[in-house]
């Protein structure tokens, strides 16, 4: 038996993300594996991805036919069970053979031929059972590590926890920035194939791409940048500067829109990791963008800026539909760290701000403990700052035709904005707005 493309490539990136701190969708758009056919790219995205959204689900049906602990197998056995197992229970158009003897091959591949005898008989009786609502609100929550569970529960209540599980368990959108408004994006991008986009639901400027797009020549040549709508509108609440700070700006999707709303700026990007900083340039081409290393804690910068993006580090718990592997990685003390991190990083920035300068404070995680917490803390450090009412901020920027979500309100919790997965159609984001009095 000869193992597909798709599924070495998915034995190997599920391998990494459980053996080093690399992010699957990373992985998955990194030049080995973009060299994928369409075809292949799709089934080991659907696989990878699959894998880590279910894997509690996944593991109990083999802790089921196993005579041993799903915790005492080999690695690359249990990855290999998994990505049977995923095919056989989610995938209908897989025929099971396939499945079944690819998995088998893929222990023998990893030299733990001792176990093919197991796997196989395994996943035969998988292969058999009829598997009743794979799909239904306790197996969503069942796909999360209790203690998140339980944290939204308390945060949102039951039945946006039950959204946000729900979401997260689906395939999310894949947006794009477009450069001209989306009623035409049919034709909008030269290099991709026409009836490839549908408008997008919060922005004007935001398209949603059906089917594959990182094969296409737009994609290659980076005129087409993959950013969720969310993460477009953050940047736009940034608005208009002279001197803009973007502190923690790798990769430099939100970078890339403040500097083409604001061709004028001297606009400063900045990063901890050198090659994270590298990549900044990549994305933002611009030449009024200045790319520099630096730890935003402790930066010495001898202007003051009118806007600053801090668009800090965080648990990232509003992006688990697309990063299904952080839900296993993060632990309930992760959040406590983070929070510190952030109001060190705020901190900073609030030093560096002018007069009647704003910063605009965001993360992608759902907890308030990143979130809310973090500004109470940082203004109780400073009173020269007030929080600006984000309500007047959407209000101005669909009177410019650029959001058009209508309902304002579900995008705000107080005087924040804030995006639920499952309540909006995007990841779940937060920004709040500081001004400097
Ligand atoms: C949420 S990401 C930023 C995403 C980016 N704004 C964008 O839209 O593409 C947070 C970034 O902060 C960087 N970072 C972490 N600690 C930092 C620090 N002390 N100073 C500056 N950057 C930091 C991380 O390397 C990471 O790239």
């Known amino acids: 038996v000869r193992v ?3 599924r070495n490539a998915a034995f190997e990136i599920l391998m990494r993300v459980e053996t080093t701190d690399a992010y699957a969708s990373e992985l998955l758009h990194s030049s080995r594996f973009n060299r994928l056919s369409t075809t292949d790219h799709a089934l080991v995205t659907e696989l990878v991805m699959g894998v880590l959204r279910w894997r509690t689900i996944l593991d109990n049906q083999i802790a089921l036919r196993c005579s041993q602990p799903v915790a005492k197998l080999d690695r690359e056995v249990l990855i290999s069970l998994r990505i049977g197992t995923y095919q056989l229970m989610f995938l209908d158009r897989i025929p099971p053979h396939a499945a079944i003897n690819e998995s088998v091959e893929l222990v023998k591949q990893a030299r733990k031929k001792s176990a093919a005898g197991m796997v196989n008989a395994m996943l035969r009786k998988l292969a058999e059972t009829r598997f009743a609502q794979k799909a239904d609100a306790s197996n969503f929550r069942a796909a999360h590590p209790d203690w998140l569970v ?4 308390q945060t949102h209540g039951p039945v946006i926890a039950d959204k946000i599980c729900r979401y997260n368990q689906s395939v999310p959108p894949t947006a794009v920035r477009i450069n001209s408004n989306s009623a035409n994006v049919g034709t909008a991008v030269p290099g991709c194939p026409v009836g490839k986009f549908r408008p997008g639901h919060l922005l004007a400027n935001a398209a949603i791409v059906v089917g594959d797009v990182v094969q296409t020549v737009a994609a290659r040549e980076q005129r087409l940048i993959i950013q969720d709508e969310a993460s477009q509108l953050v940047a736009l609440l940034i608005g208009e500067g002279k001197n803009i700070l973007d502190c923690c700006a790798a990769p430099g999707g939100k970078g890339r829109i403040i500097a083409q709303q604001n061709p004028n700026a001297n606009i400063i990007a900045t990063d901890l990791h050198p090659h994270r900083a590298k990549l900044i340039r990549k994305l933002v081409t611009e030449p009024n963008v200045h790319v ?9 910068f001898a202007t003051k800026f009118d806007r600053i993006l801090v668009d800090a580090p965080c648990s990232g718990t509003g992006t688990l539909a697309r990063n299904p592997d952080i839900k296993w990685r993060l632990n309930p003390q992760d959040i406590d760290r983070l929070q510190r991190y952030q109001i060190e990083i705020l901190t ?3 030093k560096h701000t002018a007069q009647g300068g704003r910063i605009v404070y965001s ?3 759902l907890e308030p403990e990143e979130n809310q917490q973090v500004l109470e803390r940082a203004i109780a450090a400073d009173s020269s700052f007030c929080v600006v009412d984000c309500k007047d901020e959407l209000r101005k920027l669909r009177d410019s035709g650029e959001l058009i979500w209508n309902d304002l309100d579900s995008l705000l919790i107080g005087r924040y904005v804030r995006t639920i997965p499952g309540l909006h159609p995007c990841d779940g984001l937060f920004a709040a707005i500081l001004q400097r009095e």
């Open 4 to 6: 597909a493309p798709a």
């Open 348 to 350: 900073a920035a609030m």
């Open 363 to 365: 993360t992608c995680s």
């Open 292 to 300: 520099v290393a630096g730890d935003a804690r402790t930066m010495p």
């Open 150 to 153: 339980e944290r939204w529960k």
